[in-house]
């Protein structure tokens, strides 16, 4: 994703690349605060009423189930749907318009590719948070976090400069792997420490 | 359970949300 809004890419089409940027980052956000908030708010009526200690370990309990998917235990993945955006918006339409529609889906966790099962007990939190205002705050924070690495690509106006941007992109694919594994864990602490605390 | 107890809960789970937002979001960065 990142090679496909860059300042080259943008030039060649014509396009302004922090218009573009400008869009996906609201698109990713504003998908991450209507999926948030409105799991937050069908949440409520159910969760709401629950001890939020109890809401603190079914989220543990869904970190660890999906961090046993993330690292293949058992044989099973991590579900997910194989859809991804359409190349074909970038040729068809003003930058601006298909930089929001990629933040939209993108920003909406689960409508592309899901790689970390992270991204599903994300939206679970935020269906147990007990509100649509938290929900929206948890929303944001995802889609803002889905988005924002596209900005590590402002500086590619040449060629080599996209090749490099992909050589450090694999280079970090396994250590921004174990680095979620490693968030998983401490939330697992946290969490529970939590719900043991309280 | 007085309001304190319930809201100190409350922020840790919005907490964990959050870290967890933040781990998704960038993570993602890697799909194809």
């Given amino acids: ?198 | 359970m007085s309001p304190g107890m319930g809201s100190a809960t409350t922020q840790t789970l919005v907490v964990v949300a959050v870290a967890l937002a933040v781990a998704a979001g960038l993570r993602s960065t890697w799909s194809p």
């Fill in chain 1, 1 to 198: 994703m990142l090679g496909s809004i860059t300042p080259l890419g943008e030039r060649g089409r014509g396009s302004r690349w922090w218009v573009t940027v400008t869009a996906y980052v609201l698109g990713s956000t504003v998908a991450g605060v209507a999926v948030g908030s409105g799991l937050g708010f069908v949440g409520s009526s159910v969760a709401g009423h629950e001890p939020v200690t109890a809401r603190l370990v079914v989220v543990s309990l869904g970190v660890i189930a999906g961090l046993l998917l993330d690292v293949g235990s058992f044989g099973l993945r991590v579900p997910t749907v194989r859809r991804q955006v359409d190349e074909g918006w970038r040729a068809g339409y003003r930058g601006w318009v298909w930089g929001f529609g990629y933040g939209i889906q993108l920003g909406a966790g689960v409508v592309t590719v899901v790689t970390t099962s992270t991204v599903y007990v994300t939206w679970l939190a935020a269906a147990l948070s007990g509100s649509a205002v938290a929900g929206a705050v948890i929303g944001a924070t995802f889609g803002l976090a889905r988005a924002i690495p596209v900005l590590s690509v402002a500086g590619v106006r040449r060629p080599d400069q996209l090749l490099y941007v992909d050589a450090v992109l694999v280079r970090w694919a396994a250590p921004a792997r174990r680095a979620t594994y490693g968030v998983g864990a401490i939330v697992v602490c946290l969490a529970l420490l939590g719900a043991a605390r309280w």
